[in-house]
């Protein structure tokens, strides 16, 4: 009799911590992609080009906008010099016949000849701050309408937002880009995770942080894998919960491999026996059990293998009895 602790198995598939999809925030035809998949590359590489033609004329005709702007901002502010020239000039005439008006040197007409000709060329200096006012406010928009084109015209080259290597090439030169479509799909080399279903039942058997080992069939091997997230929401299809568990770094571990989270459940005790101790007649299973002095076969039903020399029996022992290993017996 053994006491063994049974594992509940949650399939899943190796993926990568992060992955990118790679699109265009503008649109346009695609000159160039310069990678493939599998292909590393760095952060900051450029991965596709786009045609920038018609972006680059809409910039040079801002500048020329911004140019006519600013000339149009050099013209309005002579203007308002010539116009403060004006008004100096009226004011002191103004002030002086004022002055002459009240010692009775000047009649009333020349003074309301004088104020006439002062508010007029108050009146203009006005207009003339506000034509410069609103050349400034046009020199700002050609500013910023060369600003949005030249973000525009960055939008063109694409870069690699972080180090990791090409997954996917959705694109290629000559096909239209535009916001929303993938054109290459990059992940994180290095960095791998198990993502497993787990039913709901055991859900709460598993924190993050605890660490739990992860058989890769396609690398006959065992991970210590470490939970990193669970997804606090259960798939009312499947009833189960999305665990995401992080695994070392391990040679020939691929995303899309087929993967099994082992998660202990229970212990119980059984009856186990060594593989040698078994005897298959057809379909049948049978045991040599001395009892009594003597040796007498008897049929029993296996379960799962213990290890890797020993099996679970489900019926026809209790457990404490002598067993004959095949070929170590007298008939």
Avoid: C
Avoid at 56 to 69: E, F, I, V, Y
Avoid at 117 to 123: D, G, I, P, R, T
Avoid at 254 to 261: A, I, S, T, V
């Amino acid at each position: 009799m053994e006491n063994i602790v049974e594992y509940y198995e949650a399939v899943g598939t190796v993926r990568p911590r992060t992955e990118t999809s790679i699109e265009s925030q503008i649109t346009g035809r695609i000159l160039e992609i310069r990678v493939r998949p599998g292909e590393r590359v760095t952060k900051g590489k450029l991965l596709v080009v786009l045609d920038s033609r018609e972006l680059q004329s809409r910039l040079d005709q801002a500048r020329q906008g911004l140019s006519s702007a600013r000339a149009r901002q050099e013209q309005a502010k002579q203007g308002v010099r010539a116009a403060r020239a004006v008004l100096d000039q009226a004011e002191s005439d103004y002030k002086r016949i004022k002055s002459f008006f009240e010692s009775e040197a000047a009649t009333a007409q020349d003074l309301e000849k004088a104020e006439s000709a002062y508010l007029q060329a108050k009146a203009g200096l006005k207009q003339a701050e506000d034509v410069l006012k609103e050349a400034g406010a046009g020199a700002i928009q050609a500013e910023k309408v060369i600003e949005q084109n030249q973000i525009s015209l960055g939008y063109t080259r694409i870069l690699a937002p972080e180090e990791g290597e090409v997954v996917k090439r959705l694109a290629e030169p000559g096909d239209l880009a535009w916001p929303g479509k993938p054109l290459v799909v990059l992940q994180t080399r290095g960095a791998l995770r198990l993502q497993a279903l787990v039913r709901e039942g055991l859900i709460k058997r598993i924190s993050p942080g605890e660490v739990f080992n992860v058989a890769v069939d396609a690398l006959d091997t065992v991970l210590e894998g470490t939970v990193e997230e669970i997804i606090p929401s259960a798939d009312p299809q499947t009833r189960t919960f999305l665990v995401k568990v992080g695994l070392p770094g391990h040679e020939g571990l691929f995303p899309g491999m087929f993967g099994r989270l082992i998660v202990p459940v229970e212990k119980r005790e059984v009856v186990v026996i060594p593989k040698n101790a078994l005897t298959r007649i057809g379909q049948l299973e049978v045991v040599t059990v001395k009892e009594n002095g003597k040796w007498q076969q008897i049929f029993v039903r296996t379960g799962r293998n213990i290890g890797n020399d020993a099996l679970e029996i489900l019926s026809g022992l209790k457990g404490g009895e002598m067993l004959a290993l095949r070929g170590s017996h007298e008939n």
